[in-house]
């Protein structure tokens, strides 16, 4: 009987060999924070929602406003897009986060693993002492002998967590339109997926046919 172990290496092999590399987005990040900030942490979540001048990756509320926990959270996905933040940015980290009754009470930035550390010593040389750091990493488990599954809340810890920046709760009127902004950006990308999945097309783009008789 011939030994079946080099086959099995051989096999176990082939399937990391061919496995396909997937380059980590911000698309991927943001998913696994809707999932689950609004799943699993039961708590209102959107994306690209804006308060003042600017648009927030993604922000999250409670269901009520008892605590006044608005939590932002800012995707970044290399070097360069985390030191731009402060230079494009940087009335809203200077001020804005501090003052503006419209702005979080809490502030993450959300990165690869790879970028923790380098997010770590930015955050410490800009004297961001109170920001959070989201780790975003893939973890995959076994489904079938074929297959693994992604786990979503399970690609989201929280490696540094966030101090309160402001001491301010939110008041209803700021509570209530961070709720209707939320529902107005769920109704556009619910749209969105029905034009692209209903008529071929793009989100971004009018649905078109050709016309029966063209106009000479």
């Known amino acids: 009987m011939k030994p079946i172990l080099p086959f099995v290496l051989i096999a176990i092999l082939s399937i990391f060999l061919n496995r396909r590399q997937i380059t980590i987005t ?42 006044g926990k608005l939590i932002e959270i800012e995707v970044k996905v290399s070097k360069s897009d985390l030191l731009s ?15 503006s009754k419209d ?21 410490k040389e800009k004297g961001k002492k109170n920001y959070g750091i989201i780790q975003y990493k893939e973890k995959w488990r076994h489904k079938n002998v074929k297959q693994e599954r992604l786990d979503l809340e399970d690609c989201i810890s929280i490696v540094n967590p966030a101090k309160r920046l402001r001491k ?19 109704m556009y990308e619910q749209i969105a997926f029905y034009k692209e999945q209903n008529w071929n097309t793009n989100r971004y783009k009018p649905i078109l046919r050709e016309k029966e008789k063209p106009i000479d």
């Not at 809203?92 to 003052?99: G, R």
């Open 26 to 67: 911000s698309q991927h990040i943001k998913t696994a924070l809707l999932y689950t900030y609004g799943f699993k942490r039961s708590m209102y979540v959107a994306t690209e929602i804006g308060y003042d001048k600017y648009k927030s990756d993604v922000i999250c509320i409670p269901k009520n406003n008892k605590d």
């Open 85 to 99: 933040e402060f230079v494009n940015k940087s009335s809203k980290h200077d001020d804005l986060l501090l003052n």
């Open 103 to 123: 702005a979080p009470n809490y502030f993450y930035f959300a990165v690869p693993e790879e970028l923790v550390d380098f997010t770590k010593t930015l955050l």
């Open 168 to 186: 301010e709760s939110l008041t209803e009127e700021v509570f209530d339109r961070y709720k209707h902004n939320m529902f107005l950006r769920i």
